[in-house]
T-cell receptor
Framework: EAQVTQNPRYLITVTGKKLTVTCSQN?????MSWYRQDPGLGLRQIYY???????DKGDVPEGYKVSRKEKRNFPLILESPSPNQTSLYFC????????????FGPGTRLLVL | KQEVTQIPAALSVPEGENLVLNCSFT??????LQWFRQDPGKGLTSLLL?????REQTSGRLNASLDKSSGRSTLYIAASQPGDSATYLC?????????????FGKGTLLTVNP
């Protein structure tokens, strides 16, 4: 089944403890991106990647890192999480091209205490 | 800066009713518009994608229209069912730049009552 998977789905952590949220897709998509969703603010893009080793900032990159060493994986790294990073995170992927449908993962709900 | 607005924020209808969800965007320089459905714990599911050169797309009981010049899109749901209850989001992709970033509206929470 074609899908985008994220792990973990739920995470409670404490301020300053490094964490990684994984994202993997099995559709051979070149484009991948991360969004966060917050009440009243909607979905905002954090980082995106056009292909392996090609990443760039979205609208809200502060406090996050990403890497793209393999085509199928695009982990989101929080080096020193803070409470304002408590959010619902989504990974998305698509083939290259603005006409392509973007597919989203099931989301990771993060609580930083 | 592109802004996407969805009205109403919430809608409650009886089962079987036809309904329309609205989406408007401020910058008509879009490449396409995509409608999503969001169910709690299940992420976003793409429903329909309309290219900027198209006027509408249909899938089953869903029909989405696009009027790029006026900055509007509608999602029509025919013969609504309780299983249609979800949050519906519209999102646009700009026609320029190197990022395929989706700019989302805040969504319409639809409740279909049996």
């Amino acid at each position: 089944e074609a899908q985008v998977t994220q792990n973990p789905r739920y995470l409670i952590t404490v301020t300053g403890k490094k964490l990684t949220v994984t994202c993997s897709q099995n559709m051979n998509h070149e484009y991948m991106s991360w969004y966060r969703q917050d009440p009243g603010l909607g979905l905002r893009q954090i980082y995106y990647s056009m292909n392996v080793e090609v990443t760039d900032k979205g609208d809200v990159p502060e406090g996050y890192k990403v890497s793209r060493k393999e085509k199928r994986n695009f982990p989101l790294i929080l080096e020193s999480p803070s409470p304002n990073q408590t959010s619902l995170y989504f990974c998305a992927s698509s083939l290259l091209g603005r006409q392509e449908t973007q597919y989203f993962g099931p989301g990771t709900r993060l609580l930083v205490l | 800066k592109q802004e996407v607005t969805q009205i109403p924020a919430a809608l409650s209808v009886p089962e079987g009713e036809n309904l329309v969800l609205n989406c408007s965007f401020t910058d008509s320089a879009i490449y396409n518009l995509q409608w999503f459905r969001q169910d709690p714990g299940k992420g976003l599911t793409s429903l329909l994608l309309i290219q900027s050169s198209q006027r509408e797309q249909t899938s089953g009981r869903l029909n989405a229209s696009l009027d790029k010049s006026s900055g509007r899109s509608t999602l029509y749901i025919a013969a609504s069912q309780p299983g249609d209850s979800a949050t519906y989001l519209c999102a646009v992709i700009p026609s320029g730049g190197s990022n395929y970033k989706l700019t989302f509206g805040k969504g319409t929470l639809l409740t279909v009552n049996p």
